[in-house]
């Protein structure tokens, strides 16, 4: 709990210099206020981050999938045999996933953690053995975890994100693997946000309408046997899984040492909900990459307040829309950084009304 406070207090607010810098540079580049759109925003946003305008270019950038299992998937609430989530993990480490594809053409480094997949993986380079348990317990009829262990996987998250920092990554993407984790992610929006079950949970990996009754069925249940409190911890622990636990600690650890981190789907909207209640100015840090066509996501954006980049009725997870994204990301920065302004380029501003 001493790293998770540290790192909280370690967050600063966006700066206030860099980000009205930013926002008067918009003005004077050599196009009409305001026609590069969410481009413009997100650079003022970039500023701030960095305390400095133009802002530095966010890169080199890393991803990191955090790999877990869930105890709910004996509830029937996915197809998928639980095993697929360790064989996705080979597959992430051996480069064969389609988020290895889309990294190596953004050049992003991938590393997978194992904060708590229900097996015992082979070592290799790109992955970080950090379990915290062999997933989680059945949130139908219990807790999915305890506290400490929702806080060791939420300091887990942060330790990769310091690290990945300090190894000279300035910008960092969220992933994720864990079959039955739409089902905590519906209940994770849920309790944060006060929306109904049916209203948070979707289809996941394709399933069928009895499937995805027996979701909401499974979500509303856990919520009304243990009412949601004040304590995100809780919350986290109660519904969550550890794969949620470690990105919100990701997110907070990028934040405190003033790295951007572009969020992927629904499980790292869920994770993010969880930041927000941690740690309000932490959320100033994030980029929605993309809006999944899970119905929980567009609900956790909406109460982050942030808009997605991209819009493609992505649902795959693994971190594939924070990687589609990143290079608008990076473009919003070259703009400010790279285009002439009115005065150094000769052009003629438009006229201020009389």
Not at 89 to 95: H, L, R, T, Y
Not at 156 to 175: F, K, N, P, Q, S
Not at 279 to 293: I, L, N
Request: some cysteine; aromatic content about 2%.
């Amino acid at each position: 709990m001493h790293l998770l406070q540290q790192t909280i207090d370690a967050v600063a607010m966006l700066d206030v210099d860099a980000t009205r810098d930013a926002e008067q540079r918009q003005g004077q580049l050599t196009k009409p206020r305001g026609s590069l759109g969410v481009l413009e925003d997100l650079s003022v946003r970039l500023s701030g981050i960095a305390a400095v305008c133009p802002p530095p270019v966010p890169e080199p950038a890393a991803l990191a999938i955090f790999a877990a299992d869930h105890g709910v998937h004996a509830q029937g609430v996915t197809p998928w045999p639980q095993e697929v989530t360790a064989q996705m993990v080979a597959n992430f480490v051996a480069g064969g996933a389609a988020v290895n594809v889309l990294a190596r053409q953004q050049h992003v480094e991938v590393m997978v953690v194992d904060v708590g997949v229900a097996a015992d993986l082979e070592p290799a380079p790109a992955l970080l053995s950090r379990k915290v348990r062999r997933g989680t317990r059945d949130l139908a009829v219990e807790p999915a975890m305890t506290r400490d262990e929702a806080v060791a996987a939420v300091e887990t998250g942060i330790a990769v994100a310091r690290d990945l920092v300090t190894a000279g990554h300035r910008c960092l993407l969220t992933g994720d693997m864990g079959i039955a984790n739409t089902t905590a992610s519906s209940a994770l929006v849920a309790a944060f946000t006060g929306a109904s079950p049916a209203e948070t949970t979707g289809r996941g990996t394709g399933v069928d309408d009895a499937t995805l009754r027996r979701k909401v069925d499974v979500v509303e249940a856990a919520l009304a046997s243990r009412p949601v409190g004040d304590d995100p911890l809780e919350t986290l622990a109660s519904v969550g899984g550890l794969e949620h636990a470690a990105i919100a600690g990701y997110v907070l650890g990028a934040a405190a040492r003033g790295v951007p981190v572009v969020l992927d789907g629904v499980i790292a909207g869920a994770a993010a909900l969880v930041v927000q209640a941690l740690c309000p100015e932490a959320v100033g840090y994030c980029v929605a990459g993309h809006r999944s066509a899970e119905p929980g996501h567009t609900l956790a954006l909406a109460a982050l307040g942030l808009r997605p980049l991209v819009d493609l009725d992505l649902r795959l997870g693994e971190g594939s829309g924070a990687v589609l994204a990143l290079p608008l990301v990076q473009a919003s920065a070259r703009i400010l950084r790279e285009m002439a302004t009115f005065d150094s380029a000769g052009v003629t501003e438009k006229e201020a009304p009389a």
